[in-house]
């Protein structure tokens, strides 16, 4: 039987710079955030006001899976109080992929270069969405992360690779374990 994976990603309210950097990212507040959870086939939208309930999938599942979830999206949930993250068994496939490679490497570069899809935008953007209350835009954008970020697992798992964009634009690929 397959196990329950929750598909994971947020958006902030504010950039990085704009609370005093990396060592503050509790303070970004979260605007929106969406997950698929594969037990149920559906996606689930969160803002502020439901963040509880947003733990509460996290809680239950039996993977959570996301893209730089640890260093930054769990970060961010940190400051809604104390959350045992260190006991959500996570895959964070830009944590995973930093590990392989030496460097980081974008969403949107593993996306484009794997699966032929761009991102329809940015954090920053998100925020300017976020700021002129176009919450649904965040939503949106969000949960296309979510589904970009899936369909890099179940490709991952399927092939035991992933592609990505080096420096000199040439496509690279690089074996993943998952």
């Known amino acids: ?7 994971f990603d947020l958006e902030t309210q504010r950039a990085i710079d704009e609370v005093g950097g ?12 969406v997950t698929f959870n594969s037990a149920t086939g559906t996606f689930h939208r969160y803002t502020e006001s439901r963040v509880k309930a947003l733990l509460q999938e996290l809680r239950s ?8 979830v640890i260093e930054f999206d769990y ?14 068994p996570t895959l964070d ?3 995973h992929l930093t590990h392989r490679l030496g460097f980081r490497v974008s969403l949107d570069s593993v996306a484009t270069a794997t699966l032929r ?6 954090g920053l953007q998100a925020i300017r969405w976020y700021r002129q ?3 649904d835009k965040v939503l949106d954008y969000c949960q296309q ?10 490709h991952g798992r399927t092939f035991k690779l992933l592609y990505y964009w080096d420096r000199k634009y040439q496509r690279q690929m690089v074996p993943v374990s998952w």
């Open 1 to 7: 039987m397959a196990i329950s994976i929750v598909y």
């Open 75 to 88: 970060q961010v949930l940190r400051g809604y109080g104390d959350f045992p993250f260190d006991r959500v």
């Open 93 to 95: 496939m830009m944590d």
């Open 145 to 154: 992360d979510v589904e970009i970020t899936k369909k890099l697992h179940e």
């Open 22 to 33: 990396r060592p503050n990212i509790h303070k970004l507040g979260m605007s929106a955030a």
């Open 117 to 122: 899809i761009s991102k329809s935008g940015d």
């Open 133 to 135: 209350g176009l919450v």
């Open 61 to 68: 599942a039996e993977l959570v899976v996301g893209y730089n």
